[in-house]
């Protein structure tokens, strides 16, 4: 069976616009939440900005809030443009990815999806 693949922009975006980083602690802003179809793939590619002057420590909670488990650590430095949060990591079941920051509303996310259906 063939598979397609379809481009699309993060649940939480609009327009396909940066998701701003609220939460400074879990449960953190939502950014996607994958495809409730069972044979649907979410291959998810972020990047991050820290428009701060410091550096800033970003956690994706990836499928879940439950740490270290579903924790994706990383500190962003500041003014570094574009930097890879998440490679093309796949989600699927309606699984979400969250994000918090140690310093709220400087952590801005953008990216897309893959939607890989068979």
Known sequence: ???TFTKAKLSASTDG???LVVATATAGTLIHTGSSTA????????????TSASSVKLTIEW????APDGNIELTVLP???????????V???SLTVKAFAGTADVILLTGYVNRITA
Request: net charge negative.
């Open 1 to 3: 069976m063939a598979k």
């Open 17 to 19: 616009k940066a998701v």
């Open 39 to 50: 044979t649907t793939i979410d291959e998810v590619w972020l990047y991050a900005v820290n």
């Open 63 to 66: 499928g879940e809030a439950t």
């Open 79 to 89: 003014e570094a443009g574009l930097v890879t949060v998440v490679p093309g990591l």
């Open 91 to 93: 989600l699927q079941n």
